[in-house]
């Protein structure tokens, strides 16, 4: 990269990136003019100066040309630079914006990237702009951009790391008191050690409730903030999707019955595959969740694996809920967004299931896809790699 040291702190300008030509007087002669381009191979141009105000500028290809003619000594040698200087060149001054520059000479003055222009600060000349300062200027920009989205990048990651720190210590801080809160306003409800009155044993349930929908909370907000730092680990075992789901009828039966929404296991064969069976559990959990506590009283939600066509592993979850079209399928994949509905504003939520299965789901090298209408339902399918069906196989 290009940098430059800008002299006494102060901004870098045009100026910073040109080059340093010594300027010419009106009175100088050609032939001296002359002498001096043939000294010198680099020099592109010369600016015209009196008492400091520019005056115009001598391009080096058309004054040698004009003097190489056959008269063009006797012509101009003893002339002064004025007569075959462009009187009126390109000038900017010190503090105009690179992209300003770059519109200009794009936009009307093409010739300033060959013959160069002048650079003035306060009307007075300070030196002569060329195409390579142009990209000297561009380079410097491009340095401090990167300079700047390092840092931006750096300070990043330190509070990533600060934020997975502090959601470590909040794991055990808020999930152990919470289990206690939970346990104890349990052994209340049930009146574990003696009968009490049936008021407070409502109020324990509700405690209990109350527990149950912080903990769960808490518990999507810490796994996300693993799947944001990358730290989503595969603990893998060859196991039956049939029985996961079983399962997780087993645990969400309760929850459904209380809402009355039937929860069905659809019949069907077995569904072995490699993966891990805790996120599996998890993303049937979230997925069959959200379809129970968005069906209403009388409906149904059925969950469904099996092997496709091609011999990959695949779980569903369909429900008679309110639905979604695209656009609410968009928010409801995106993390902490919700759909704003009357149904969705009855339940309370991080918003943060959905973005989880479909975390877990690509970790495993699948995906997750909806398929939804309002007013009649969402089917969320799970569908895992063929591999991972073959290697169940394989084990088995």
């Given at each position: 990269m290009y940098s430059v040291a800008v002299p006494g702190g102060r901004a870098p300008g045009l100026d910073d990136f040109a080059d340093r030509v010594t300027p010419v007087g009106p009175r100088?002669?050609?032939?001296?003019?002359?002498?001096?381009f043939s000294a010198d191979p680099d020099l592109l141009s010369v600016p015209v100066v009196d008492g400091g105000m520019p005056l115009g500028l001598v391009h080096r290809g058309d004054f040698m040309m004009r003097l190489a003619h056959h008269f063009g000594r006797a012509l101009y040698a003893k002339k002064p630079?004025?007569?075959?200087?462009?009187?009126?060149?390109?000038?900017?001054?010190?503090?105009?914006?690179?992209?300003?520059?770059?519109?200009?000479?794009?936009?009307?003055?093409p010739c300033a990237l060959i013959k160069g222009f002048i650079i003035t600060d306060g009307g007075r000349y300070a030196a002569l702009g060329t195409a390579l300062s142009l990209i000297r200027h561009s380079l410097a920009q491009a340095e401090q951009h990167a300079a700047e989205l390092a840092a931006a990048l750096d300070a990043a990651r330190r509070a990533g790391a600060a934020k997975s720190a502090f959601l470590a210590t909040m794991s055990h801080e808020l999930r152990t008191p919470l289990n206690a809160v939970i346990g104890f306003s349990d052994l209340i409800a049930e009146q574990a050690i003696g009968p009490i009155d049936e008021g407070y044993v409502g109020y324990a349930r509700a405690i209990r409730e109350g527990g149950d929908h912080l903990l769960s909370i808490v518990t999507d907000v810490l796994d996300f903030a693993k799947v944001e730092s990358g730290e989503v680990e595969l603990h893998e075992e060859v196991f039956?999707?049939?029985?996961?789901?079983?399962?997780?009828?087993?645990?969400?039966g309760p929850q459904s019955a209380r809402r009355q929404v039937a929860l069905d296991v659809v019949p069907g064969g077995p569904a072995t595959l490699l993966a891990d069976p805790r996120l599996t559990r998890q993303m049937l959990l979230n997925l069959a969740g959200n379809a129970v506590k968005f069906t209403p009283a009388g409906g149904h939600v059925r969950l469904s694996c099996g092997m496709d066509a091609d011999g990959a592993a695949f779980f569903a979850v369909a429900d008679e809920g309110c639905?979604?079209?695209?656009?609410?399928?968009?928010?409801?994949?995106q993390p902490f967004r919700q759909i704003d509905n009357g149904l969705t504003r009855l339940h309370e939520g991080t918003g943060l299931g959905l973005p989880l299965v479909k975390a877990y789901a690509e970790a495993?090298?699948?995906?997750?896809?909806?398929?939804?209408?309002?007013?009649?339902?969402?089917?969320?399918?799970?569908?895992?790699?063929?591999?991972?069906?073959a290697a169940a196989e394989r084990a088995a």
């Open positions: 100088l002669l050609c032939q001296d003019l002359y002498r001096r630079v004025t007569v075959l200087m462009d009187p009126d060149p390109l000038t900017l001054e010190r503090t105009v914006a690179l992209e300003s520059v770059k519109a200009t000479i794009a936009g009307s003055r039956d999707l049939r029985e996961e789901i079983e399962r997780a009828a087993r645990i969400l639905g979604m079209d695209e656009a609410e399928i968009e928010i409801a994949l495993h090298g699948g995906t997750l896809a909806l398929a939804s209408r309002k007013g009649a339902g969402t089917t969320a399918r799970v569908a895992f790699p063929e591999r991972r069906s």
